[in-house]
């Protein structure tokens, strides 16, 4: 399984970047897939989360109205748009795959198996 992140970049505090999530060898309609970032010095952290059914949305209280995930079935493809940036939103961000398809998953990164490389994203003026 890979996973491909991308989209990242530098940013301007209150720009707007759209995040990216291929995956070879798993189809992204079968599984919870949840984006995390991991700033300097810090453990990676629950942003948002998509349901195998894609018609749950889960978001932490730190992004929750900025940020907004979502899957295109077809290109199989999952999206973090990130509106209203913050220099607080420096990190690398990462998507992430359970091991189990089908399945409800907690929002915690020991839940979830498979990640991507990460793509950097920095918001400074």
């Known amino acids: 399984v890979q996973l491909q992140a991308s989209g990242g970049g530098w940013v301007q505090p209150g720009d707007s970047l759209r995040l990216s999530c291929s995956a070879s060898?798993?189809?992204?309609?079968?599984?919870?897939t949840a984006w995390f970032r991991q700033a300097p010095g810090e453990e990676k952290r629950f942003l948002a989360g998509?349901?195998?059914?894609?018609?749950?949305?889960y978001y932490a209280d730190s992004v929750n109205g900025r940020f907004a995930i979502s899957r295109d079935d077809a290109k199989n493809t999952v999206y973090l748009q990130m509106n209203s940036l913050k220099p607080e939103d420096t990190a690398v961000y990462y998507c992430?795959?359970?091991?189990?398809?089908?399945?409800?998953?907690?929002?915690?990164?020991?839940?979830?198996?498979?990640w991507g490389q990460g793509t950097l994203v920095t918001v400074s003026s």
């Open positions: 060898g798993r189809t992204f309609s079968r599984y919870a």
């Open positions: 992430a795959l359970p091991n189990e398809r089908y399945a409800s998953v907690s929002w915690d990164a020991r839940a979830f198996f498979h």
């Open positions: 998509i349901t195998w059914t894609g018609n749950q949305r």
